[in-house]
Nanobody, 120 residues
Framework: QVQLVESGGGLVQAGGSLRLSCAASGTIFSINAVGWYRQAPGKRRELVASITRDSSANYADSVNGRFTISRDNAKNTVYLQMNTLKPEDTAVYYC??????????????WGQGTQVTVSS
């Protein structure tokens, strides 16, 4: 059993910064691709940023240049550094990970989400 726990969300003024963390725990052989998603009220969940195990990253156009995804494989943790936050970044942010729970078996896991609210 694997758990993904997000933290670091909160209320911030426009132009401010937050760093989200997603820590994986449980029976983990390795973690390959990880993504940060967000979902605003009434909207579909969207991919914000993703990162491979070798730290190759991709970003949604809306956050490119402002957000940085990174990972610490030794800690089974991924981060999303969010700078120059805008009110439109307000959403619940979720991490998603492709977790190899044992050799030959990988399972997708979602965290519970953390709220990010950006005020103008």
């Amino acid at each position: 059993q694997v758990q993904l726990v997000e933290s670091g969300g909160g209320l911030v003024q426009a132009g401010g910064s937050l760093r989200l963390s997603c820590a994986a725990s449980g029976t983990i052989f390795s973690i390959n691709a990880v993504g940060w998603y967000r979902q605003a009220p009434g909207k579909r969940r969207e991919l914000v940023a993703s990162i491979t195990r070798d730290s190759s990253a991709n970003y949604a156009d809306s956050v490119n240049g402002r957000f940085t995804i990174s990972r610490d494989n030794a800690k089974n943790t991924v981060y999303l550094q969010m700078n120059t936050l805008k009110p439109e970044d307000t959403a619940v942010y979720y991490c998603h990970a492709d977790v190899h729970v044992r050799p030959g078996l990988s399972i997708d896991y979602w965290g519970q989400g953390t709220q990010v609210t950006v005020s103008s």
